[in-house]
């Protein structure tokens, strides 16, 4: 008899695992476990009752490099060649991106003339803070926080703070701090290690406005919690792809809420209601980018826990855990976003990566 696998979580690492392991030359029993309704995690589209096109999560995948590669590969594998919407690299929102600082929107700079200067809101040209940290001595810390180092090589503007199952081998595509309550007792200084990756939720606001107008074009522009400490950023949709508007079109946007607003809610056990997201984020809409009319739709969705956050000694956890599961032989191999890079790409090359390794073929392959 042929060896079980069991994959748990069916989000997109857990599903392209599965994907994965299914097209072996000898492919063993794939059981997916997913503890929710859907499949897909925190990937999800809904159609509005125009017919618009809201994204209650990650909303498209960047296709350079290896990693771009790959997935584009597996999506002509899949038969979806046809359901991609590709951005040129000419369009807006390929090329434009802004933060909103001191009350008004600043363009990202981009191209060579663009990192040569100083571009407010930044206070140092970031061409020289790039040369500058190539030829820094490294630090005697094994790593530094995000906070941390870009404050301190591009200027204070850019930090943005704050089941009974029989199977040979088990793929966990869940998030860590829930799979360290799962280990048995012997599996002791793994789930220690596991239990210290945490996330942090985010609130995702869709709004639809009818006859509305962006004062800028591009992708989208991100808020530093000096700024607001609720607001992540906002997503311009329309932008994008103007053909997900419904019928008669209205203006998209996706309000991000999050950071140490939201985190001091949940400490105190505060109600975190539907009413309340939807009330921050048309405000943010209105101050930031002028939308100042009353949205015509609007979905609001809480997503607990859904961003891993890597801290200080994020990659010694990792090399112990590993370490830890050679050493007992344990069949059990660690995948999704806890661990090596949060991105869709990366979570699907997370599930790709996990497969090989219970096949026993080469992962960079």
Known sequence: MGRTVVVLGGGISGLAASYHLSRAPCPPKVVLVEGSERLGGWIRSVRGPDGAVFELGPRGIRPAGVLGARTLLMVSELGLDSEVLPVRGDHAAAQNRFLYVGGALHALPSGIRGLLRPSPPFSKPLFWAGLKELTTPRGKDPDETVHSFTERRLGPEVSLGDSNLEADHIISAIPASVLSKLLPAEAAPLARALSTITAVSVAVVNL????????????????????????????????????????????????????????????????????LFQKEAEKAAATQLGLKEPPSHCLVHLHKNCIPQYTLGHWQKLESATQFLAAQKLPLTLAGASYEGVAVNDCIESGRQAAARVLGTEPNS
């Open 208 to 275: 639809q406005y009818r006859g509305a107008r962006l004062p800028v074009q591009g992708f989208g522009h991100l808020v530093p919690s000096s700024e607001d400490p609720g607001i992540l950023g906002i997503v311009y949709d329309s932008v994008a792809f103007p053909e997900q508007d419904g019928s008669p079109p209205g203006l998209r946007v996706t309000v991000m809420l999050g950071g140490s607003w939201l985190q001091t809610l949940e400490a105190r056990g505060s109600v975190l209601s539907q009413e």
